[in-house]
């Protein structure tokens, strides 16, 4: 079975500096790799994902994840927070070339920006 | 376009009560999914329809949840009775199809078993 491990709950940074949510994933086969983030009482929205082509992948607002096989890693990073980056994330895992597979969620990393 | 529209968006219940939830997806979008999400984890699939018919319900608790997708358009869940587990957000998601296809989420109905 897939699944993903999201290490630290919480994580804060100052306004300006780097943001790294780590995500780990476990996988059979060949993963797809996806990155959510979730505002207070909304919905989750697709932030990136990796479906087998480049390995640095870019998404939205200024977030982009790389995909290390060797690792088994998927982390998101941003060069410079904004404090519109507070939020919750989730990284997600379902395999390749499966179809109507259903995504499996980690428990989620809540990010705070320290003005 | 119009997203994913979900009521009630926030819903009250003493357990052993019964409670539904409604969904409209995205239109034109054939493949509808319902999560619950509980309180620091995420989002666990309970049930996904493409068009009208199940793909996927093995981690929905058939002896208290139901969900149809009547005309493959709209979309009820409905939990009875409720059990205080049940505490938990409902989110409803549409996409054009499964697999690769980007999930878009609506705003969830947070579900409280008092």
């Known amino acids: 079975a897939q699944s993903v491990t999201q290490l630290g709950s919480h994580v804060s940074v100052s306004e300006g500096a780097l943001v790294l949510l780590r995500c780990n994933y476990s996988s059979s086969v060949p993963p797809y790799l996806f990155w959510y983030v979730q505002y207070p009482n909304q919905g989750l929205q697709l932030l990136l994902k990796?479906?087998?082509?480049?390995?640095l992948v870019k998404g939205i607002n200024g977030f982009e994840a790389e995909f290390k096989k060797s690792e088994t890693s998927f982390h998101l990073t941003k060069p410079s927070a904004h404090m519109s980056d507070a939020a919750e994330y989730f990284c997600?895992?379902?395999?390749?070339?499966?179809?109507?597979?259903?995504?499996?969620f980690g428990t989620g990393t809540r990010l705070t920006i320290i003005p | 376009e119009a997203g994913v529209a979900q009521s009630p968006r926030y819903k009250i219940i003493e357990k052993r009560q019964s409670v539904a939830f409604w969904c409209n997806p995205i239109s034109g979008h054939a493949t509808l999914y319902w999560y619950q999400q509980i309180l620091g984890q995420g989002p666990k699939l309970l049930i996904q329809f493409q068009n009208n018919g199940v793909v996927d319900d093995s981690q929905l608790p058939k002896d208290r949840f139901s969900a149809e997708r009547l005309k493959g358009v709209d979309s009820t869940l409905k939990i009875q009775p409720a059990k205080l587990e049940d505490s938990a957000v409902y989110l409803c998601?549409?996409?054009?199809?499964?697999?690769?296809?980007?999930?878009?989420f609506g705003p969830g109905t947070r579900l409280t078993v008092t």
């Open positions: 998601a549409s996409s054009l199809g499964g697999g690769g296809y980007e999930q878009y």
């Open positions: 990796y479906t087998s082509a480049a390995t």
């Open positions: 997600a895992v379902r395999r390749a070339n499966f179809g109507n597979e259903k995504l499996t």
